[in-house]
């Protein structure tokens, strides 16, 4: 489980990654999974100007999981084209 503090960290990273998305010249698309709507995360996402319309700049936030959201079944390449973050650090 993650600390309040952990939790707090991630939001103000995934707030970041929609502001440079949103001005760049070419953004992407941006997936952030696996987060459930009844979670902390989502709480304070949800405490953001503006997070109801992040999706139409091409970022989504979703319960699914990574594999699910990008089903492999449909393109058997899209998990090889995924670039993702993650807290784990060598």
């Not at 991630?10 to 949103?22: G, H, I, T, W």
Request: aromatic share 10%; hydrophobic share 30%.
């Amino acid at each position: 489980l993650m600390t309040e503090r952990e939790i707090a960290s991630l939001v103000q990273q995934l707030r970041y990654c929609y502001s440079y998305n949103k001005k760049s010249p070419n953004p992407c698309l941006v997936a952030a999974t696996s987060i459930s709507r009844s979670g902390r995360t989502r709480k304070l996402l949800e405490k953001e100007a503006g997070f109801t319309t992040w999706h139409q700049r091409a970022y989504t936030c979703t319960e699914e999981s990574l594999e699910n959201y990008y089903n492999p079944n449909t393109d058997p390449t899209v998990l090889s084209k995924i670039v993702y973050l993650t807290s784990d650090s060598a």
